[in-house]
């Protein structure tokens, strides 16, 4: 079985350009988490929708990021425009569900972002 | 000030040994938990999973055990392998966070051949 898809994988960008992450949940999963990690601060999440529907972006940064989830297989995250401390790896992650507890995370393999 | 990165925990053994990661969780709400493997370059692996209603669980070669009063929580591996050396981070879920897993901030296995 396929597991959540990234894209893409690395991305080098100059400072000012927008960045679009894109991920492909694991079908039959409700829940999509988009997480950011750096050396500095660890893994973060910077928000999460259920059932296509976003239910906490307390998480990212400042109005320069934002997500989506047209529809059940695929989302996406936006920087514009992009700052050298934007450069982390995210990571896009996808549960059965959020509405109880004990549903395992899974997660891609990350998009490694680069703002030079 | 300078800032400076996030120091992981280490943890270095011998090939063939056991090896024990320690978590302190933070919610004595939480009844779900994680524990996830990260190698160099990929993302977070799941490995083993144990709700608050157990003590202990076991997998292949990985046990988790878990002591709710003191809010702790640790992974055993045993016969420790190169292959098993990864960053190791454990994660807990309460009802109230809707299913939203919190992080601990990793420790690091290295393995020694």
């Known amino acids: 079985d396929a597991g959540v898809i990234q894209s893409p994988r690395h991305e080098v960008t100059e400072m000012g350009q927008e960045v679009t992450l894109r991920c492909k949940p694991i079908?039959?999963?409700?829940?999509l988490f988009w997480y950011r990690q750096t050396m500095m601060r660890g893994l973060e999440l910077l928000i999460y929708?259920?059932?296509?529907?976003?239910?906490?972006d307390s998480g990212m940064p400042e109005d320069r990021f934002s997500a989506k989830m047209p529809n059940a297989s695929f989302s996406t995250l936006k920087i514009q425009p992009s700052e050298p401390r934007d450069s982390a790896v995210y990571f896009c992650?996808?549960?059965?569900?959020?509405?109880?507890?004990?549903?395992?995370?899974?997660f891609g393999e990350g998009s490694w972002l680069t703002v030079v | 000030g300078e800032s400076v990165g996030l120091h992981l925990p280490t943890l270095s053994v011998q090939e063939g040994d056991n090896s024990i990661i320690n978590c302190a969780y933070s919610?004595?709400?939480?009844?779900?938990f994680i524990w996830y493997k990260q190698e160099s370059g990929k993302g977070p692996q799941f490995i083993i999973d144990?709700?608050?209603?157990?003590d202990k669980r076991q997998g292949q070669r990985v046990t988790v055990l878990l002591n709710k009063t003191v809010k702790h929580l640790s992974l055993q591996i045993a016969a420790t392998q190169p292959g098993d050396s990864a960053v190791y981070f454990c994660?807990?879920?309460?009802?109230?966070?809707?299913?939203?897993?919190?992080f601990g901030k990793g420790t690091k296995l290295s393995v020694k051949p």
């Open positions: 079908s039959g999963h409700n829940s």
């Open positions: 929708f259920n059932n296509n529907v976003p239910i906490d």
């Open positions: 992650a996808s549960s059965f569900s959020v509405a109880s507890s004990g549903n395992t995370i899974y």
């Open positions: 994660a807990e879920n309460s009802p109230r966070s809707q299913g939203n897993l919190i």
């Open positions: 144990i709700r608050s209603n157990m």
């Open positions: 919610n004595s709400a939480s009844d779900y």
